[in-house]
């Protein structure tokens, strides 16, 4: 599994990237800018992300955004749904609204801050990416 981790705190991207790493590559990102440009570059190196944990809150562009610029990527370069990258929500956001824009914009998963590992596991193998016990 290829991942990238795009968050703008340092400690969760070393908790998300040390976790994710045994299953794989896994690619931090600091911004929303930084991660819709891995994202593209990934496309073009033909070495796809499986999964993007994404934070909403993010500078230069907020991790919303983010979702639905992948997904028009997606739609434009006529990448079928089964092939789309699965993208989980890592955020301190619970709001009710911006849980249902998420979900609205494409996103694949939903998990509020404090990351537990537990619970990170849990999603991404509701997501159909990884097997554990």
């Not at 400690?11 to 931090?28: E, M, Q, W, Y």
């Not at 992300?49 to 994404?54: A, F, G, H, N, V």
């Amino acid at each position: 599994m290829k991942s990238l981790v795009a968050d703008d705190v340092l400690v969760i991207r070393r908790l998300i990237h040390r976790a994710l790493s045994p299953f794989g590559k896994c690619d931090v990102s600091i911004n929303g800018k930084e991660t819709i440009s891995k994202f593209i570059n990934s496309h073009k190196n033909g070495e796809r992300y499986d999964l993007i944990c994404l934070d909403i809150l993010m500078p230069k562009m907020d991790g919303l955004q983010v979702i639905k610029d992948i997904r028009q990527y997606e739609r434009t370069n006529n990448i079928p749904e089964s092939k789309r990258v699965k993208i989980l929500m890592t955020t301190v956001l619970d709001e009710a609204n911006v849980v249902d824009k998420a979900f609205e914009y494409g996103c694949d998963g939903y998990m509020t801050k404090p990351i537990h590992l537990d619970k990170l596991f849990a999603q991404i193998r509701k997501l159909g990416l990884i097997n554990l016990l």
